[in-house]
């Protein structure tokens, strides 16, 4: 940075790059409207005021100009796009930046996953940042990709884009002091890093236990008073919306002025449909407006806090010697959802939601599209369930949540253990996608409401092996197999034909295709889905992704079987 | 720190350190009084909630629980007390935890004074941080005992109690980018330092340009306009509350919730008789509580707030995994002037108003009290001045600021250039006192009011030469040479004898007697002065302290001659 020639043009001795002219400035650090001219060079604002000097001249007539948004906490991966997609498709929404534990594709590689998915998002117009990933794998009760102890961690810690350890969900780990957690923890506070929470429901005396360890930030609060006690125990709270946990509107009440300095509104999780169609941070700014938050605070916590979090200073306000992400807008009422343009460093990379700069997408190595290792068809046969007690758990589905609930059903009214689809029980599978034996798992489960065939999917959270739901079992060895015979992605088959797929063959977690077309194909999956299989879920392979991941509550299952989350510990399917 | 244990103690496995029941807890997290138990092990806060297992249990029976403060900005020179010493005065007052710039040290011994401080304020019940003296000299227009580069910082950016590039005092150095001062922003940046600011009135482009440099706060505002446009510009504002310097009332009106969490409270120059008998942040905070600032925000502003801007994490809040730095109150109005026990990383320190634990001081080194160097007495002689125009410039103190009015005066009224006691136009010196020559300058000054005799003082900002004021030649150069035998200090002579005296032999800034024994002497030291030599100024020496300052506008004298601020050159006594 050339502070020496950033200093001559806000005094108006130097032309600078760019004048904004008659500008409605929005200043989350006063919290204010104001009006003003802005002037840039080398990619920062160098001053905001009265200027005239500049090679390049925007009258903005009174429109508006505001920070662009930087997501605290968002999983690249679950966008199911590759960096470079993912920056096409939220730059025109006035995201210019993110922070995200690459922890999906930690799973499946390993630190090889989080080097590339460092050098899949260089030299983009969008800044990348990323947590290190510390629960690889998030529990001992399944098969992962990998396993990444504080050993391999340390090294990424110099990387100037790792900006914290990421979110601790093994709060097992810490309560009762795990050697490999707190050796992470360890290494954190001696690096002097952040250290990202997860803790849903984590209260009381466990949640000062927790927070010992040195745990700053939390975005799985689900009420107010969860909120309010960690934000007053001192965690920064993150108002998740993203497309299956919306939490924004519940937690609102909370922001007050003591607490909107210390609030971030993410979105965790969001798939490519929702991002093109409805939108990404601008969307729940949106919302959070029009639910009567004041626009300089909507925007403060999706800009100017997310940066003060991480300690990316110079960031995410209007002011001089701040970098210059900025955008255009018509109001900040419903054209918040449409900026007119987008600046990135200083340059416009969008306008009227229309990319304006070319990006490129670095290549994938080819070990990184053959990450899903099966050397054998499944058959029917492997799904087969035979009772050994007369009364069996299954996991229920809660609409709109990633914790299930776990229920013991009668078995006696199934004959053999098998799917029940006019009662809505079906079966459940889980294929260890890594050693190439295809060991598998098999549950039943309430809520999909599926009518007939199966969905797989290779994004099965955490450890990301083959997870699979259907009701019958030649479907479900169907599904699998024609899965593994695309290198992973979602899947729907139906009466031994495939009705719908969206290949993701990037660690079985990503497209390699465009952002437009990936949501395209997951488009006509998931109505393909609701129309022959009659599901009555709006995204069943979201709730699909979450039922492999043993640190939500309450029943989940993993390639190594049903694990009771409450207990921590792997439990039978039948009870005696 | 032993995290296991504190989370065990958390979870109640263990018995805490210390327990304490029934507080009413002041919550700078939430800015709520809330109720509940807290538990503290090896000096930190495991809990808040509720809890029964500890060694120790104190039943505050409703009383309240407060963060200590923390002070962002103090020169611990200023109270004329030896870290240990100030630590001994403040402890009692509800402050455990300062950062200081050290450069009058600095300006008289250069890096070996910044090592000399962290080594003096070493291994007692406080916390001693430094920022780094930026501006050593402050400008050439002087002659200090040390200069500085950004090579001589370099090496203490890695002690942990160093935290920031000290305030820019030299602002005309950023805006015209001086190579030694660029090089100081450099390294700060690169070391990812905070830089501290001083601009007092410093507004519009060239403020921007200022901001350029990546300055981060300011402590010299003086109208909330000039406030509200440096925070409006990403500053964090300091509200002063100093013995001569009060800016916090003025600028109360700021106060709101979007500015809230980058404000901080701090006294940057006390002396040690207003410390003793008003109070240090604790009169500031009740202050700002007795004009209307909530509690809990007060509190913040003196206690979170400081830590957060410094990037001392896990301070100045009672939350678990915080540091265990606190103070009990009787009330949360007039009781904020005297604590009922003050706690220092979980032990007691203070008990109504008293130290309950040993503080020693540690040896101070010889060198350290040799530091004015005058090889030859002064005689009258040394302070004629010869005329040689017919218009003289005078320097106006303005009372209770630190920036003077520059007046042209005719001489034909004067005969010789004399002072003018009747007039109020007093003689004015400064005696350069490094190199031994004793040379000197001379000026004249209104506003002191002192009808006879002389005033001297080793204090002198910031290069601290000895400077004089008098209404006569003869006092004059007696009281420089008496101040020299002192090794420094203050001093007030009338009619060729000491009246009073403040012996501040440790770098001619800092008294080695008690904080009570270095307020007593200047309790009398200013009585005399006014009863005897009928000043009209409540403290002249701190107004004196000021007069040989060249970064505060108007007219000031160095030891090179009259300083024109606005112009940053030196000027002659007399217009032709």
Not at 139 to 166: C, F, Q, W, Y
């Amino acid at each position: 940075m050339d502070y020496e020639r950033l200093i001559r043009v806000a005094r108006g001795e130097e032309p600078a790059d760019l004048l904004i002219k008659n500008a409605q400035i929005v200043n989350v650090l006063s919290g204010k409207i104001e009006s003003g001219d802005v002037i840039i060079a080398d990619g920062y604002f160098a001053g905001v005021g009265s200027y005239t000097n500049a090679g390049r001249v925007i009258d903005l007539k009174g429109k508006y100009i505001a920070p662009t948004y930087m997501d605290a906490h968002i999983h690249i991966e679950s966008t199911m796009l590759t960096p470079a997609e993912f920056a096409r498709a939220v730059l025109p929404k006035g995201t210019t930046s993110t922070v995200s534990d690459p922890h999906e594709i930690a799973n499946v590689f390993g630190i090889r996953g989080i080097e590339l998915m460092l050098k899949l998002s260089e030299s983009l117009p969008f800044d990348f940042y990323f947590t290190l990933s510390s629960c690889v794998p998030a529990t001992h009760m399944e098969t992962s990709g990998a396993k990444i102890t504080a050993e391999d961690l340390e090294r990424l810690t110099l990387n100037p884009r790792i900006v914290a350890l990421a979110e601790l969900m093994n709060f097992p780990g810490v309560i009762f002091h795990d050697r490999e957690v707190m050796a992470k923890l360890k290494l954190a506070h001696e690096r002097k890093m952040i250290v990202d929470g997860h803790s849903p429901g984590l209260l009381g005396n466990d949640l000062n236990a927790y927070l010992c360890g040195g745990i700053l930030s939390d975005h799985e609060c689900t009420s107010v008073e969860e909120a309010r006690e960690k934000l007053k125990k001192g965690m920064w709270i993150f108002l998740r919306e993203g497309t299956t946990e919306k939490n924004l509107l519940e937690l609102l009440p909370l922001v007050n002025d003591f607490t909107m300095s210390r609030m971030c509104i993410v979105s965790d999780d969001k798939d490519p449909v929702d991002i093109l169609e409805v939108g990404h941070l601008n969307a729940s700014v949106h919302l959070a407006v029009r639910n009567g938050i004041s626009p300089t605070t909507a925007f403060r916590m999706a800009s100017l806090n997310p940066a003060s979090y991480y300690r990316l200073y110079f960031r995410g306000a209007i002011a001089p010697g701040y970098k210059a992400d900025f955008q255009f807008l018509h109001n900040l009422e419903e054209d918040l959802l449409k900026p007119l343009a987008v600046f990135k460093d200083g340059k416009m990379v969008a306008e009227n939601s229309e990319l304006i700069v070319p990006i490129s997408s670095p290549t994938i190595p080819e070990w990184a599209i053959r990450s899903v290792n099966l050397n054998r068809q499944l058959s029917a046969d492997d799904f087969k369930v035979q009772p050994s007690g007369s009364k069996m758990r299954v996991i229920n589905v809660i609409l709109g949540q990633i914790f299930t609930k776990g229920e013991v059903i009668e078995v006696d009214g199934m004959r053999k253990a098998v799917p029940d689809p006019t009662e809505d029980i079906l079966k459940l599978a889980v294929v260890e996608r890594y050693s190439g034996q295809g060991k598998l798992s098999v549950g039943f489960v309430k809520g999909f409401g599926l009518k007939s065939g199966a969905l797989a999917s290779s994004v099965a959270h955490d450890s990301h092996n083959l997870i699979c739901v259907g009701t019958n079992d030649n479907d479900m060895a169907y599904a699998i197999n024609q899965l593994a015979r695309l290198n992973g992605g979602l899947i729907a088959v139906n009466d031994g034909s495939i009705i719908g797929a969206v290949p993701l063959p990037l660690a079985g977690l990503m497209s390699v295709e465009s952002a437009t077309e990936t949501a395209r194909k997951l488009t006509l999956l998931l109505r393909a889905v609701k129309e022959k299989l009659s599901s009555s879920l709006d995204n069943p392979f979201m709730s699909l992704s979450f039922l492999a991941l043993p640190v939500i509550p309450e029943l989940k299952l993993t390639d190594k079987g049903l694990v009771d989350v409450n207990k921590f510990e792997i439990v039978s399917l039948f009870e005696s």
